[in-house]
């Protein structure tokens, strides 16, 4: 089955630590994204990657880190730096600009809490 | 800069019955997309409906379907004949076409389909 693998699921966090969220996916889209999720707010954009080695910031990069050194893979690192980590956090992929519809494709989402 | 706005944080309904979830939003462009995208709990959220802003014609889906009305920026899902497995967060989104490393999400409604 096609998708999007999120993992871990649940994630504790002390106060002062990196943690990294993995995703990944098999529908061989070009574009990946990272979504924070609070109760009230909506998605808010906190990285994108239109292509392999290459990403952006969104509105809310700061305090987070990712790479993109496969196609399939976009980890991201929410570092001691992000004041309030603690969040529903969406990966998403898309086709990309070619053929683009618009549709993204998300994963179950990883919940991190910190302690 | 484009926005979106959900006014409804809750609604409920009836099994079999009708309900409609509003959204309205904000842009000077032109060419765009509007979504809403389903979040049952637990579970991945998925694409539920989609309007190309240059058509006149509302989308559906099976139950679903949109009131596009754009010169008033109003983008409400009506779903009809409702069912348990429609309890779940929606979102209005907006993405200017073409970018959809912009995508905007609404703040969400709640759902929730009473036996």
């Known amino acids: 089955d096609g998708g999007i693998t999120q993992s871990p699921k649940y994630l504790f966090r002390k106060e002062g630590q990196n943690v990294t969220l993995s995703c990944e996916q098999n529908?061989?889209?070009?574009?990946m994204y990272w979504y924070r999720q609070d109760p009230g707010q909506g998605l808010r954009l906190i990285y994108y990657?239109?292509?392999?080695?290459?990403?952006q910031k969104g509105d809310i990069a700061e305090g987070y880190s990712v790479s993109r050194e496969k196609k399939e893979s976009f980890p991201l690192t929410v570092t001691s730096a992000q004041k309030n980590p603690t969040a529903f956090y969406l990966c998403?992929?898309?086709?990309?600009?070619?053929?683009?519809?618009?549709?993204?494709?998300f994963g179950e989402g990883s919940r991190l809490t910190v302690l | 800069a484009q926005t979106v706005t959900q006014s409804q944080p809750e609604m409920s309904v009836q099994e079999a019955e009708t309900v409609t979830l509003s959204c309205t939003y904000d842009?000077?462009?032109?060419?765009?997309?509007l979504f809403w995208y389903k979040q049952p709990p637990s579970r991945q959220m998925i694409l539920v409906i989609r309007?190309?802003?240059?058509?006149?014609q509302n989308a559906t889906e099976n139950r679903f379907s949109v009131n596009f009305q754009k010169a008033a920026k109003s983008f409400s899902l009506k779903i009809s004949d409702s069912q348990l497995g429609d309890t779940a967060m929606y979102f209005c989104?907006?993405?200017?076409?073409?970018?959809?490393?912009?995508?905007?999400f609404g703040a969400g409604t709640r759902l929730t389909v009473k036996p």
């Open positions: 998403a992929s898309s086709i990309g600009r070619v053929g683009n519809t618009g549709e993204l494709f």
């Open positions: 529908l061989n889209h070009d574009a």
């Open positions: 990657s239109q292509i392999v080695n290459d990403f």
């Open positions: 842009t000077s462009e032109s060419n765009y997309y």
């Open positions: 309007q190309e802003a240059y058509k006149q």
């Open positions: 989104a907006f993405m200017i076409q073409y970018n959809n490393n912009d995508m905007r």
